[in-house]
């Protein structure tokens, strides 16, 4: 049974910073690429960043120079480094494994929620 389980989230006033961490089954891991995405009340979810198979990242601009993603193959695990949070970036974070097998495959973790005070 593949899951993606999500941890790390929590509580820090502006300016402060979290580490996201991402468990994916093994099964998928090494062949998938990985992405954090987030969803903030009454929004849309969004893109926050990226990280293929080869280890190519991918950041949306409104985190570039902030967040850092990284994976450990040897762990099955994709962080999210998250610096200088912002109110702003409040909401509840999804860790996604995605891979192409003749058609796409999608797994998600049920998120975690991150929440910067002022």
């Known amino acids: 049974q593949v899951h993606v389980v999500e941890s790390g989230g929590g509580l820090v006033q502006a300016g402060g910073s979290l580490r996201l961490s991402c468990v994916a089954s093994?099964?998928?891991?090494?062949?998938?690429?990985m992405g954090w995405y987030r969803q903030a009340p009454g929004k849309q979810r969004e893109l926050v960043a990226q990280?293929?198979?080869?280890?190519?990242?991918n950041y949306v601009p409104f985190v570039r120079g902030r967040f850092t993603i990284s994976k450990d193959n040897a762990k099955n695990t994709v962080y999210l480094q998250m610096n200088s949070l912002e109110p702003e970036d409040t909401a509840v974070y999804y860790c996604?494994?995605?891979?192409?097998?003749?058609?796409?495959?999608?797994?998600w973790g049920q998120g975690t929620q991150v929440t910067v005070s002022s």
């Open positions: 996604k494994a995605e891979y192409r097998l003749g058609r796409t495959y999608e797994y």
């Open positions: 990280i293929t198979r080869g280890g190519t990242t």
């Open positions: 093994s099964t998928i891991f090494s062949i998938s690429d």
